[in-house]
């Protein structure tokens, strides 16, 4: 099966936000962001309430990590055989009733903590089809000629959601977690009703029978041949999953700099503050020469930041250290979706884009759990500048593993036909 996307939206205007569906679009994945980065603090600091343990922190990611792992080569194959802007708008939905769940557990005043984890497992179902569907639905509604500026903007605006999502769950949270997780209900709700308003359809027609379990590894296929792509998505999983600071930051803001909810929502913005200002400057200013160098640079940075935070304690400091990782990481994840974006043919993004999404939740919400392990372990001081140290090595190793990530130049070089058949096995 080959999806053909025929976009209501001409190209003719120089601005991304002069076409109807980018715009639609870029609204409804912020809404949707704005209320999974509040509803993440809520969730953190309920959970860690109730618990008062690390360990319960790490679950947290683990549980939403694994519905991803299972499901995530069946995502990606929908979303190339179905209607991308249908499968977002049911997902986001399905979110939107794991909040009202979330809402019920808090009014019971709910003490166990396993239907807070058995709820974040749906959750993690949702996202686990939605990702694939809205990341290979993007690069339809935009000129490949401005795919890059596009991911910046879509990238500025999911930072800009981490700096107000946060801090939009501390204050709700002050009014108890049920406000919380009712206003981040009616978000993705919103989001929904976005996303099904996007005009841009699939239509499916017939091609050449291939066999599902092929088509459901097609993705896997094509990025361990593809070694640009390989390399960086594998250089994010490494380097974050040993790098996930933020996991423990609950324990921070409570045990460490002392600063309560209201200052867990402030630091759980304080990357994207960095990233943001990084993102909107890309996104008028594009990387033109040795984009892959900058990458790896950027990741290294990361690193020294999570360090230094690592062994702060204050509150000033550790908030520069959060802005700064988030700055050095919005350059990976700029240079990282425009690589696997443009060089992955419009027949092949639905199921790369499952595997990239694989690799990010397994750096995210893996990478939450490693955090979690290793600060009942170590503590968790020690668990932060391990995970530093790590992202350092994994950069220097990735140097040598991947030289073709060095010689990447103008990501525009990347760019692959809009469509293609299935990749040579």
């Known amino acids: 099966m080959e999806a053909i996307v025929k976009p209501h939206e001409s190209f003719e205007s120089n601005s991304l936000l002069a076409v109807r569906d980018f715009r639609i679009y870029l609204g409804a994945t912020f809404l949707a962001s704005l209320a999974v980065q509040a509803q993440s603090v809520a969730v953190g600091w309920q959970v860690y309430k109730i618990t008062a343990s690390p360990l319960s922190l790490g679950y947290v990611g683990l549980v939403q990590f694994l519905p991803t792992l299972a499901l995530t080569l069946h995502a990606g194959a929908a979303a190339d055989r179905h209607d991308r802007r249908l499968i977002m708008s049911a997902s986001t939905l399905t979110r939107a009733i794991t909040a ?58 999911g930072q800009i959601a981490t700096i107000a999502g946060p801090a939009l769950g501390g204050v709700l949270y002050l009014l108890g977690p049920a406000a919380a997780y009712s206003v981040c209900g009616v978000l993705f709700v919103a989001s929904a009703i976005g996303s099904f308003l996007i ?93 892959g160098a900058a990458m790896l640079v950027c990741v290294a940075l990361f690193g020294l930041a999570t360090i230094v935070f690592g062994l702060s304690s204050s509150f000033i400091l550790s908030i520069a250290m959060l802005t700064g990782l988030g700055a050095a990481d919005m350059v990976s994840v700029y240079v990282r979706g425009t690589m696997v974006q443009l060089a ?50 994994i ?31």
Not at 134 to 141: F, G, I, Q, T, V
Not at 222 to 244: N, P, Q, T
Request: glycine fraction near 8%; charge should be positive.
């Open 100 to 157: 009202g769940a979330f809402v019920a557990l808090s009014v019971a005043k709910v003490s166990v903590i396993w239907p807070f984890y058995l709820t974040l497992v749906v959750f993690g179902i949702a996202r686990a089809f939605a990702a694939p569907a809205a990341d290979s639905l993007m690069p339809r509604l935009v000129p490949t000629s401005k795919f890059a500026e596009a991911v910046a903007w879509t990238s500025s605006s």
């Open 199 to 291: 005009r841009a359809r699939s239509e499916i027609k017939q091609t050449t029978k291939v066999h599902r379990l092929q088509t459901l590894t097609a993705g896997i296929s094509y990025v361990r041949v593809h070694r640009v792509v390989l390399g960086a998505i594998s250089l994010d999983l490494f380097a974050v999953l040993f790098g996930g600071a933020t996991a423990l930051l609950p324990i921070y803001a409570r045990d460490i700099l002392h600063v309560g909810p209201a200052g867990l929502g402030l630091m759980r913005s304080s990357p994207a503050i960095g990233a943001t200002f990084v993102g909107l400057t890309l996104g008028r200013l594009p990387l033109r020469r040795n984009s």
């Open 344 to 393: 992955t043919p419009d027949a092949m993004r639905g199921r790369v884009s499952a595997v990239d999404r694989l690799f990010v939740g397994a750096s995210n919400e893996l990478g939450g759990f490693e955090s979690g392990v290793t600060a009942q372990w170590f503590g968790t001081v020690p668990a932060v500048v391990i995970g530093g140290v790590a992202s350092i090595a």
């Open 395 to 425: 950069v220097a190793a990735w140097c040598w593993l991947f030289p073709e990530i060095l010689h990447v130049d103008d990501l525009q070089s990347l760019a692959s036909p809009v469509t293609s058949d299935e990749p040579n096995k």
